[in-house]
């Protein structure tokens, strides 16, 4: 079984400060971790993905985040926010490096304040 | 990256009546489909799994006979919401999984459907 925590459900940063998405998972098997946006009312974007390789993952838009097994984490982070980053954010978790069956976390909002 | 539409994009219906939503990916051929409901402020959650050729699996707890699911081509999935009732009312998203070069797995998600059931 697997799944994956959220810790936050809204975090609120100034424009310019880091960015800190925290993601905890449990899976029985070695898993793939995601992270994707979701503007409102739009589609998900993937930002990046965790498929067994460097532990720590590069994403798009400045973002990365490190698989830490000991920890079982996969927290999200940016050095510095842009009012454009303000959107809802999800970990996503699938087990044994593919897509057959994923589980999202419950999701972060993340606010941006100018 | 990979594309994946859906259409329509928004859909308003009368009770009773059914909704068809469609999901395409655009430049690569998807064997697997998958179809997700998103209530608001919620996370997704995944109604079923669509192969092409196959009959989908349904997670547990979703009507078969309500959501019908078609996955006819390499590119084309259906779902189609039958005898639609205000309850079923909620942003639908459906995404295609893409086996890319040097056996890259990747799950790319449509724009979504919002459907509103009168």
């Known amino acids: 079984a697997q799944s994956v925590t959220q810790l936050d459900s809204h975090v609120s940063v100034s424009e310019g400060t880091p960015v800190l998405l925290r993601c905890n998972y449990s899976s029985s098997y070695s898993p793939s971790l995601f992270w994707y946006v979701q503007h409102p009312n739009k589609g998900l974007q993937l930002l990046l993905k965790?498929?067994?390789?460097?532990?720590l993952v590069k994403g798009i838009n400045g973002f990365e985040a490190e698989f830490k097994k000991s920890e079982t984490s996969f927290h999200l982070t940016k050095p510095s926010a842009h009012m454009s980053d303000a959107a809802e954010y999800f970990c996503v978790v699938s087990e044994s490096g593919g897509y057959q069956k994923v589980t999202f976390g419950t999701g972060t909002k993340l606010q941006v304040i100018p | 990256g990979a594309v994946v539409s859906q259409h329509p994009s928004r859909v308003i219906c009368k009770s009773g009546t059914s909704v068809k939503i469609e999901c395409r990916s655009l430049d690569f051929q998807a064997t697997t489909m998958f179809w997700y409901r998103q209530f608001p402020k919620k996370s997704l959650m995944l109604m079923a799994t669509s192969n092409e050729g196959s009959k989908a699996t349904y997670e547990q707890g979703v009507e078969k006979d309500k959501f019908l699911i078609n996955h006819a081509s390499l590119t084309l999935s259906t779902l189609t919401v039958t005898s639609a009732h205000p309850e079923d009312s909620s942003f639908y998203i459906c995404?295609?999984?893409?086996?890319?070069?040097?056996?890259?797995?990747?799950?790319?998600f449509g724009p979504g459907t919002r459907l509103t059931v009168l």
């Open positions: 995404s295609a999984r893409d086996f890319g070069l040097a056996g890259t797995d990747t799950q790319y």
């Open positions: 965790y498929t067994s390789a460097a532990t």
